[in-house]
Structure formats: C-alpha cells, structure tokens
C-alpha cells in the first residue's frame, strides 16, 4: 500500500518582495506539487486594506497558504476568516521575522518571547477557521539569549496545546537586535538536529525543515524523518530548481518542461496581466533566475531587467534570443 505523501512535502517559503502572485504562478509552473505561500500579510492589512491586491490569486497556485502577522487575537481571527473567504488552503502565523518593522508592531520573531499571547491567537482562529483547513505558525529555535532546548519545546508545546499541529521551523534562532534580515539568514548557526528531535518526540506534530536548504541530498536525508521542507532564497534566485525537486520528490510520469517551454507557459498570463494594465516588468523581475547557470544566463536577466514601464511581452522573445544565440 502507497502511503499518501505529507501536503507539506515541499513548501515555498513566504518571502516578503518577492512571493507575490505573479511569482507564485511562475512557481507553480515548476512544481506542481509544491505548497506556496504568500508574502506576509499584516492582520490589519487583511481586514481594512485592498483585498483584492494583498489577497488575489490565480486558482492555479492552490493549495497555496496566506501567512499572516499581528498578535491581536480577536484581529488575527477577523483575518483568519477573511482569509478562509478568500479560499486560501491553509493560514499560517509568522512568528520567525526578526526585521524591526515587524518587531515594532509586535509580531514576528518577537512572538516566541510570548508562546501564551501565540497560543490565544491560534486558539482564536482555530475558532473560526473550518477544521479540514490547517492553521500552522512558522517560528525559530529561539531568539537572543533564549535558545536552549527548553525554551524553544515550552513554545512548541504552549502552541500546540491550543490546536497547532504543524510547526515550520527555521532552524536557527533569531536576534532581535544587532542583526539585519539577512544576517538573520545567514549568521546564526543552522541547527538541524534540534528539529529532528521535536519530530521523534513530537511524531503525532507535522513538522516542516526550513533554512539553508538546498542540495537535494540535504533535502531527501531531511524527508526520511520528517514531513517536509521549505525553501526560500534557492528556489527563488535559482528557481529551475524546483522542477528537479519537483520530479525527485513527487511521482511524475512526464519528463520535466525545459526552462524554454516555462517561459512560454507564462506567456497567456503575462498577456492577460498587460490587458489588465499592468505591466511586463512586474513579472520579469521574477523570472531572472531561471537560466541561472545555463549559458547566457547573464545576458538573459540583463534583457529582462532592463524591461521599461510600456515594454511588450516582446522582451520574452528577446530575452529567450539571448539564451538561443549562446547555446548555438
């Protein structure tokens, strides 16, 4: 008997900038399969703002997740609801962003130092979110000095109690002060083993890896433990990598579309988007990375990044000429 793969197998991460709609279409694209996210969504935002902007999608992307920020409980449950509305699969809470901004408004990293602010947020939109749909929170090993073992498992164990049962987990801690995102990203030690021990103890909690992943080694080893993984930075500056991750880690009988015929998958889209008003460099601007590593890859974002306000979905072609004319 097949055993059914977790829906978390691989995960996109929510990337703030860049994980927009049109960047998840073109993701979706690649990985069929994967689960994607939206950049974060603050809870006020979601009840007062522009729902259409900060909250439409393509049914393609689905299952796709709308992470949200904010502590408020009684706000993250308005949002949680309107998410729901809007059809998201799956609301996520971020407790993992140490930028200032987010510090300021009381959510983020910040949350891991108040597990029982967290929890009564969960709880709140557990309450109002249909059971078949996941209410989920992504957090760090810990934060500033706070990282040892306990503290991090009194959070888990805190937010679990109050009907979380998936937990991402970026496997490194956070510093609140001092260090910028990026240094978050990269400065304080991955620490992969602490999350293999949360699975083996916590077995019945859906956990998901994420941070620093990338070589499809790494990926596989971290699957036979545990539910799934998430990939941020990789997937988005090199993202023909996720239709590799796509064919090892889902069954598919088809061969894997070749970056060429990608670029025009997106091309009825990038059609429908200029209709619409908009403009080409809104989803260029995610497409640079895709001939990463194949000749005339630089020529090819160079092409696509100079796409000026007015620019046709000629610049495709043009771009495209530039890969052609090295590979000849």
Not at 96 to 124: I, K, N, T, Y
Not at 145 to 151: L, N, Q
Not at 306 to 325: H, K, M, N, S, Y
Request: with cysteine; proline share 6%.
């Amino acid at each position: 008997m097949t055993t059914a793969l977790s829906p978390w197998r691989l995960c996109v991460a929510p990337m703030m900038e860049w994980t927009d709609r049109h960047c998840r279409y073109f993701h979706r694209l690649l990985a069929p399969d994967a689960r994607l996210y939206t950049e974060m969504v603050v809870a006020q935002a979601a009840i007062h703002g522009d729902r259409a902007r900060l909250l439409g999608f393509d049914a393609a992307e689905h299952p796709l997740a709308l992470q949200l920020g904010g502590s408020d409980p009684a706000l993250l449950a308005q949002a949680a609801r309107i998410g729901v509305e809007s059809g998201y699969d799956e609301i996520n809470l971020n407790c993992g962003c140490p930028s200032d901004r987010v510090q300021s408004g009381r959510f983020g990293a910040c949350l891991m130092l108040e597990p029982a602010l967290v929890a009564e947020g969960v709880a709140a939109m557990r309450a109002v979110v249909p059971a078949h749909i996941p209410v989920t929170v992504k957090c760090r090993l810990g934060v500033d000095e706070h990282e040892d073992e306990a503290f991090f498992r009194r959070f888990i164990d805190t937010v679990a109690a109050a009907g979380c049962s998936v937990f991402i987990v970026h496997a490194r801690k956070a510093w609140l002060n001092g260090l910028s995102p990026r240094e978050n990203r990269e400065i304080p030690p991955l620490d992969y083993g602490r999350v293999l021990r949360l699975k083996a103890d916590r077995p019945e909690l859906t956990v998901v890896l994420n941070g620093g992943l990338r070589d499809s080694a790494d990926i596989q080893a971290a699957l036979e433990t545990l539910d799934g993984v998430m990939i941020g930075r990789a997937a988005y500056h090199e993202p023909y990598l996720l239709s590799a991750w796509q064919q090892s880690l889902f069954a598919r009988p088809r061969a894997a579309p070749s970056r060429a015929q990608i670029l025009d998958r997106m091309r009825p889209y990038i059609a429908a988007h200029l209709a619409a008003g908009g403009e080409v460099r809104h989803i260029a601007r995610h497409l640079l990375g895709l001939y990463q590593g194949a000749p005339g890859a630089r020529a090819f974002r160079r092409t696509l990044s100079e796409a000026r306000p007015g620019t046709g979905i000629v610049v495709l072609d043009q771009a495209l000429a530039c890969v052609e004319r090295q590979a000849a």
